[in-house]
């Protein structure tokens, strides 16, 4: 009995010790760029697919804008900063894709609210397999426009 008791705790840590690995399609650094009620802002995020599968991010959600789309910031011919809808963002197998100021962003169109440094909102990203994630979100003060 006690050796059966044993081998279940050794079991339990060994388990532990596994679980540090992505093995699920996972988010980190999630964060918002501070806004006013009425105007804009963005989420950023490092999103990791730890799965084996490939998969795509179609959209995503918030209570706190009127609508979140998925954007992409080029430089245009012009010099100018160009936002581009992205119909979806491809997130192969066992690869990251990262949204940062200048790049890929969640943006969150007609503000409900102000979203002021600390604050923090929850954001929920839909797939195209892979089940809802809701994530919490914190605002920020961003050094960079867009
Ligand atoms: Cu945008």
């Not at 760029?33 to 999103?47: E, K, P």
């Not at 002021?116 to 979100?137: Q, R």
Request: glycine share 8%; aromatic share 4%; proline share 2%.
């Amino acid at each position: 009995m006690k050796r059966v008791l044993m081998l279940v705790a050794l079991g339990t840590l060994l388990l532990g010790a596994c679980a540090p690995a992505a093995k699920d399609i996972e988010a980190s650094e999630v964060w918002a760029r501070t806004g006013m009620a009425g105007g804009n802002s963005a989420v950023y995020m490092l999103l990791v697919n730890g799965t084996s599968a490939d998969d795509e991010l179609l959209s995503a959600s918030s209570d706190v804008a009127e609508a979140v789309e998925l954007h992409e910031s080029n430089m245009g011919a012009n010099g100018e900063m160009q936002m581009i809808p992205q119909a979806s963002i491809s997130l192969e197998a066992g690869t990251k894709v990262e949204f940062k100021p200048g790049g890929l962003h969640v943006m969150l169109i007609g503000l409900k609210q102000d979203l002021k440094a600390g604050d923090e909102f929850e954001l929920t990203l839909h797939f195209k397999d892979h089940a809802d994630i809701t994530l919490k979100v914190i605002v920020k003060e961003a050094m960079m426009d867009m």
